[in-house]
């Protein structure tokens, strides 16, 4: 059975930071393109950054310079840190691990931007 299983979201004053963490189980994480995806209240789910088995990264323009995505394949991890947070920063933050169009998804961790 495939898991991935975020975790760190939580309630951060503007301009604060929090690092998020998605633990994959039940797949070869190695192989597989790993990706967060936001899901803000009103709006579509979009890409915040992706790192590829061959470690190719992407951001969204939104996140460039603020947020750094990493992974530990012998731990199955993949980490998100953000930093210099922001209120339109707010969302579920989804993990999601990909291959050759066979995806997963975790169930999301919730970021709440707010003084």
């Known amino acids: 059975q495939v898991q991935l299983v975020e975790s760190g979201g939580g309630l951060v004053q503007p301009g604060g930071s929090l690092r998020l963490s998605c633990v994959a189980s039940?797949?070869?994480?190695?192989?597989?393109?790993t990706n967060w995806y936001r899901q803000r209240p009103g709006n579509q789910r979009e890409l915040v950054a992706g790192l590829t088995s061959g470690g190719s990264i992407k951001y969204g323009d939104y996140v460039k310079g603020r947020f750094t995505i990493s992974r530990d394949n012998a731990k199955k991890t993949v980490t998100l840190q953000m930093n210099s947070l922001k209120p339109q920063d707010t969302a579920l933050y989804y993990c999601n691990a990909v291959m050759h169009g066979m995806g997963y998804w975790g169930k999301g961790t919730l970021v709440t931007v707010s003084s």
């Open positions: 039940g797949i070869i994480f190695s192989i597989y393109d």
